[in-house]
C-alpha cells in the first residue's frame, strides 16, 4: 500500500532562517505529489504540486519542492521563513490507480519573531 | 474560486446519538471526499465518492456512512456516535478527469461526543 512519511513532527525556526521539510512516499509508479498547507484556524490549502516535467516546483509564498524520484522524496523547502509560516505542513501523493490522496502525519513549524 | 462549505463548525453530540454532517461544494466537482484529521495522525481518508450514488470506502470506514444525492453535497454519518470518534472532520472536492487534480478543502467541523 501507498504511505508517505514526513520525518519531522515540529520544527521551530526563528525568523530568516531555512526551511526544508523532509516528505518520502512509498509508491513506485507514476506518482503526483502535494503540499498542502493549514494556517491555524484555517482551510487547509494547496502550496505547490508536482505531476510531471521540472521536478523542482514552485509554490506560493515563496516554497518550492524538489522531487527526486530515485530518493522517492518531495522535501519541501524556503530559503528564508517568515513568523506568519507558523502552521501545520502535509505532504500528500496519489497514485496513478487512485483517486484519493494519501496525507502524511503532518510537520508543525512554529517561526519565532 | 472554488468554495466548499460544512454545515457546522463545531458540533457536540451525545454517545449513541445519530450525527450527520454536510457537506456542499460549488464547482461542479465530481470527486468528494470525507477525512478525519486527528494530531499526530495527519488525514485519513473515511470515504469519498466519484459520482452521485456512489462511494468507495477509505482507510478507516469503520462507523461511518455516507450519502451522496446530488452531486454538489456529500453527508457523512456517524450511524451511532461515539467518544472515539471525537475528531476534526474535513471535506474536500476535486475534478474527476485523466490529469491528477488538487483537493479542495472545506474548512472542517470539530465533533465532540460526549
Known amino acids: 500500500a501507498q504511505s508517505v512519511s514526513q520525518h519531522n513532527h515540529h520544527v521551530i525556526l526563528s525568523e530568516a532562517a531555512s526551511l526544508e521539510l523532509g516528505c518520502n512516499y512509498s509508491y513506485g509508479g507514476t506518482v503526483n505529489l502535494f503540499w498542502y498547507v493549514q494556517y491555524p484556524g484555517q482551510h487547509l490549502q494547496l502550496l505547490l504540486k508536482y505531476f510531471s516535467g521540472d521536478p523542482l516546483v514552485k509554490g506560493i509564498k515563496g516554497f518550492e519542492a524538489e522531487f527526486i524520484k530515485s530518493k522517492f522524496s518531495f522535501n519541501l523547502r524556503k530559503p528564508s521563513v517568515q513568523w506568519s509560516d507558523t502552521a501545520e505542513y502535509f505532504c500528500a501523493v496519489k497514485g496513478q490507480a487512485g483517486t484519493a490522496l494519501i496525507f502524511g502525519k503532518g510537520t508543525t513549524l512554529s517561526v519565532s519573531s | ?114
Open chain 2, 1 to 114: 474560486d472554488v468554495k466548499v462549505t460544512q454545515s457546522s463548525r463545531y458540533l457536540v453530540k451525545r454517545t449513541g446519538e445519530k450525527v450527520f454532517l454536510e457537506c456542499v461544494q460549488d464547482m461542479d466537482h465530481e470527486n468528494m471526499f470525507w477525512y478525519r484529521q486527528d494530531p499526530g495522525l495527519g488525514l485519513r481518508l473515511i470515504y469519498f465518492s466519484y459520482d452521485v450514488k456512489m462511494k468507495e470506502k477509505g482507510d478507516i470506514p469503520e462507523g461511518y456512512s455516507v450519502s451522496r444525492e446530488k452531486k454538489e453535497r456529500f453527508s457523512l454519518i456517524l450511524e451511532s456516535a461515539s467518544t472515539n470518534q471525537t475528531s476534526m472532520y474535513l471535506c474536500a472536492s476535486s475534478l474527476r478527469t485523466s490529469a491528477p487534480r488538487e483537493q479542495f478543502f472545506g474548512p472542517g467541523t470539530r465533533l465532540t461526543v460526549l
